[in-house]
């Protein structure tokens, strides 16, 4: 039984710290997801885990790990697919990979933000159906970013750094959060409620983790508040929007545009959103650069490392589980 579990393969950086830790691993089958009875089976007799974000790792998956098992490292930011009070009990340490992937996923949000609103994936498409007739004055008008508010729904680093990005187009930025944010405090953004935010945001982010608190948080009520030429981006978890009511308001024309890479039931898409125009769909590329990738697989790898060898991870989330038992 080799020491590490990989559940599905991901940048050749992990296997390379891994066997420079002189760790043993196995990688998941044919580039996929693992089943349930593949994950189940796979488990028993590891000293670490590496995970992904649609790995759902429940009790019994950690059960069948084993006494043995320290440590659940999840490939990703967000950790709600780890049933965390269930690994805390079972003295198991759960991790996760930020802040090596901020700057890649702004990067994606301010993208899909510049092409909802320039309607750049409507142009691409009239033009390769060789029906473009060629410059006319009205043709794919789109909204210009410059100079209009960006509302930010959480504003954590990625939020952040995507206020950063739109300080170039000379945005005024709104954020919701739990709490300030005093370097956007500074940059001159203002904290605001929900309901003001996506009544006066031209552009809504969001940038938030899913919990029970935020999963559904726009919905139907929420989308009916924003300004009808609004554009919605989610870069953040799919859960958070009500995607059947999204549909709704873009097909009605209650919403302007959205830019999504996330989806509520990833990978199906509520009816009806991939047959509209006025949307960019995304495969959950948030984090994918080659750089981002690796830098995570080596941010994973260290901290099953640092777990087996007795260490507190460098980015432990069920921090207390810590001292382990």
Known sequence: ????LITRRISQAAADALIEAGLSFDVGPDDRAMTRPELLAAVPGRRGVICLLNDQIDDQILAAAGPQCRVFANYAVGYDNIDLPAATRRGILVTNTPEVLTDATAD???????????????????????????WAPLQLLGRDPSEATLGLVGAGRIGTAVAHRAA????????????????????????????????????????????????????????????????????????????????????????????????????????????????????????????TRAKMARLAVANIVAALRGERPPTLVNTEAWPAG
């Open 168 to 291: 170039g187009f000379r945005m005024k930025i709104l954020y919701f959060d739990q709490g300030d944010n005093a370097e956007l405090d500074r940059a001159g953004a203002r904290r605001t409620d929900l309901e003001t935010l996506l009544g006066e945001s031209d552009f809504v982010s969001i940038h938030l983790s899913l919990s029970e608190k935020t999963r559904g948080l726009i919905g139907a009520e929420q989308l009916a508040l924003m300004k009808p030429s609004a554009c919605l981006i989610n870069t953040a978890r799919g859960p958070i929007v009500d995607e059947a009511a999204l549909v709704q308001a873009l097909a009605s024309g209650r919403l302007g545009g959205a830019g999504l890479d996330v989806y509520e039931n990833e990978p199906s898409l509520a009816p009806g959103l991939d047959r509209l125009d006025n949307v960019v769909l995304l495969p959950h590329l948030g984090s994918a650069t080659e750089q």
């Open 108 to 134: 994606l949000a301010f993208a899909l933000l510049l092409a909802a609103a320039r309607r750049v994936v409507e142009g691409d498409r009239l033009v390769r159906s060789g029906q473009w007739t060629g």
């Open 1 to 4: 039984m080799h020491d590490v």
